[in-house]
């Protein structure tokens, strides 16, 4: 039985790469569903599949986060594993994705939620905008910010996994490394200032209200993506980045027997807490650090002790 996969919103559910892929769940907003209806819901999908795991944004409204977590509490469940997602919308969808193709595979419940973290660092996940102004997801300099001000601006931005900008000339296409710390110094290519995977990825880009072919015509190429995807842009989309004059991008890696591969290499450990199976250094379904805290250590000799006096 595959563990399933849950999500806060509709446009975080993209098409499936196979016909093997499941879909993922919607866990609705306050507003959307009575609690009660939520709790009955969730109940059904735990008896169904005996675990979910829930993936949202950093960027929810609190009350939608704090519905999940009411519902965790009400059903006394240690089988809902609610994952908060610190990375930009279209990441995220592609992160929902990795975890629905993984789902039905031979990883436990235990090992697919805590590969949330450990494949988060192979997106590589950005936007162009026209304005950086309202920007703060990623460190922006006041020079970038004055910038922004002048018209035919835009700024070409890495948010995952490590932040970058670069002011991109409206004209020429030439682009100018803008660091965090407000230092700017000139690149010799227009994608150069952001520097890419340096592994086999494809892209998928959701374009918003800004016309320009810098990410598909620029971008793409400099980063040698092995081919480019198109889809709708997610609505939160425009509120995370500050603009909704703007195209974001992730790239990611599109093989599930890659991904497979990535995932079993890790050894698997025993969660001190829950005693669900994890991968990595937290447990995806109780957060439990893998080694406990020393004062929280036994004597007891075990697999996260070393069997010290």
């Known amino acids: 039985m595959p563990t ?25 907003a306050p ?27 950093a960027s929810i409204p609190t009350a939608h986060e704090r519905r999940l977590h009411t519902i965790r509490s009400m059903l006394e469940t240690d089988r809902l594993a609610l994952l908060k997602l610190d990375l930009p919308p279209l990441a995220v969808a592609v992160l929902v994705r990795q975890l629905r193709q993984l789902s039905i595979c031979d990883f436990s419940a235990g090992v697919v939620a805590s ?60 682009a100018t490394a ?14 150069a200032g952001l520097r890419g995977p340096e592994f086999a990825t494809q892209l998928l880009v959701g374009k918003g209200n800004l016309t320009s072919d810098w990410v598909t015509g620029t971008l793409a190429p400099a980063w040698q993506v ?30 599930i027997s890659v991904l497979y591969q990535l995932v079993a290499s890790v050894r698997r450990e025993k969660c001190h807490w829950c005693g669900i199976e994890l991968i990595g250094d937290r447990c995806g379904f109780c957060s439990a650090p893998l080694t406990p805290p020393p004062e929280n250590q036994s004597r007891a000799v075990g ?7």
Not at 4 to 25: E, K
């Open 178 to 191: 803008i660091a965090t710390t407000g230092a700017i110094a000139t690149t010799t290519g227009a994608a």
């Open 115 to 174: 590969a949330a973290r450990l494949l988060s660092h192979y997106i590589y996940a950005g936007a162009l905008l026209n304005s950086v102004t309202k920007l703060d997801r990623v460190p922006v300099s006041l020079k970038a910010h004055a910038k922004s001000w002048v018209p035919g601006s835009q700024f070409g931005v890495l948010a995952n996994p490590n932040p970058q900008l670069i002011k991109i000339g409206s004209a020429t296409g030439t």
């Open 31 to 57: 507003d959307a569903q009575p609690l009660e209806a939520a709790l009955v819901d969730m109940n059904v999908m735990l008896e169904r599949y005996g675990y979910v795991v829930a993936l949202y944004p």
């Open 226 to 255: 092995s081919g480019v995807q198109e889809t709708g842009l997610p609505a939160d989309s425009p509120r995370w980045w500050g603009t909704a004059k703007m195209i974001e991008f992730a790239a990611f890696l599109p093989d």
């Open 303 to 309: 697999v996260l002790n070393h069997g010290s006096p």
């Open 4 to 28: 399933a996969i849950a999500v806060t919103s509709a446009d975080l559910v993209l098409p499936p790469t196979d016909q093997q892929t499941p879909t993922a769940a919607l866990l609705q």
